[in-house]
């Protein structure tokens, strides 16, 4: 133990001493760590949010059924998709006793919303007076659809904070009137914030109406884009799936060769697309990040070897007092893992400052995950001695009477 505190003494020093040769070194490993570490924490930060926000909007026990096949929903919108409506819901909903409740979903696509000299396009949604409960999403301020608004078509309107801000400023929408396109709307309530979604749209900025009026009043349809059943957690969620398709292949009327004219997902599918793409950005990213860790430990291997022939005097005559080889190879492989766990650790310390600028500035998901610390530092001490093996054996070899000449 005295020995290796000694030799550990002798490295720093040595490091200390060749200042521009150990900066080169660490640098190489402490891009590559920043690199690697910041991607392992965004990507586990950015993962986790996604299935945060896909619990939110599609917890366990949902099934969201679309118009059409899924090789008819990527296609224009057309007859193919006009094929759930709201009278398909209700018959789900009466016949399948598992479903707790559903709600309707109707999209017109992108309108202009107005408030006398301030005009914004953005989406608007139509849904029921259950989608606070079947969305998990309530108002922050003023009141939800009800029953009779759903009824009657009625011409009210739910603002997203983010178009709220930009269409009123400090203006309290509660009670205003807007045009969404040509049709007036009352402004009756302000959704919860809800940020971006999966799919990358801001959901703050959106506007609910009923969804009744949705069809009739912007969009002159009587079909419905798509429905979120909720089924009771007591219930086998299998067997409800399963109930609800063949609720709707009765209710269309399909023979029993014939394909569904609608589309069936569940929370489980969506995680596996989530897991999959996660896959994808969990190889490649690192790989790229690890390229750079090569390049690095690469580069010290060289300068180390730089160092070997500058210091054969210095060694000569150490081996020449009494020093063993192994002493010199250990003492080599320190300054080499020395160097890099330097770098490694500054590394680490600059992907969190870059992780902690996204999250506080951008709104990106903070933190950094213990795996990722573990995985930089762990990969810098490995480069370190892996890259200090050559040049460790290369000075224990040298002959001190060939040195001191």
């Not at 993962?47 to 059409?68: H, K, N, P």
């Amino acid at each position: 133990m005295k020995k290796m505190r000694r030799l550990l003494g002798h490295a720093v020093r040595d490091m200390g001493r060749h200042r521009v040769r150990t900066s080169f070194m660490m640098l190489g490993t402490f891009v590559g760590v920043t690199a690697l570490t910041a991607i392992l924490a965004m990507g586990r930060n950015s993962r986790q949010q996604l299935l945060d926000r896909m619990d939110l909007l599609f917890s366990g026990s949902s099934i969201l059924v679309s118009g059409g096949t899924p090789s008819s929903r990527g296609g224009p919108h057309g007859a193919a998709r006009n094929t759930l409506t709201l009278e398909d819901m209700a018959f789900v909903g009466a016949r399948v006793d598992a479903v707790e409740t559903w709600d309707p979903w109707h999209m017109p696509g992108m309108r202009e919303v107005v408030w006398e000299g301030n005009s914004r396009n953005v989406r608007v949604m139509g849904h029921s007076e259950r989608a606070p409960v079947v969305w998990n999403r309530e108002v922050s301020r003023g009141s939800p659809f009800t029953a009779d608004d759903v009824a009657s078509a009625a011409r009210v309107a739910l603002l997203g904070q983010t178009l709220a801000t930009s269409l009123f400023g400090d203006v309290d929408p509660i009670g205003q009137q807007i045009r969404i396109g040509a049709v007036p709307f009352e402004v009756v309530g302000i959704l919860a914030v809800q940020g971006i979604d999966p799919h990358g749209w801001d959901r703050d900025d959106e506007a609910h109406v009923p969804v009744t009026t949705a069809q009739r009043r912007l969009d002159n349809a009587d079909h419905i884009s798509a429905a979120k059943i909720l089924i009771r957690r007591d219930a086998d969620f299998d067997a409800a799936a399963a109930a609800v398709e063949a609720a709707l292949r009765d209710h269309h009327g399909l023979a029993p060769d014939a394909p569904s004219d609608f589309s069936m997902t569940t929370a489980v599918q969506v995680r596996e697309m989530v897991g999959s793409s996660d896959r994808v950005f969990s190889t490649l990213l690192p790989l790229v990040a690890g390229i750079s860790i090569i390049v690095g430990g690469i580069i010290v291997a060289n300068l180390m070897l730089m160092g070997v022939t500058e210091r054969r005097a210095e060694i000569g005559l150490r081996k020449a007092v009494g020093a063993k080889s192994r002493d010199v190879w250990l003492q080599f492989l320190l300054e080499s893992a020395l160097v890099t766990t330097a770098g490694g650790v500054l590394g680490i310390l600059a992907a969190g400052g870059f992780i902690w600028f996204r999250s506080s500035h951008f709104g990106s998901p903070g933190g950094m995950p213990w795996q990722a610390i573990l995985a930089g530092l762990g990969i810098s001490i490995a480069v370190g001695l892996i890259a200090g093996v050559v040049p460790a054996r290369r000075a224990a070899a040298l002959d001190p009477v060939q040195t001191l000449r």
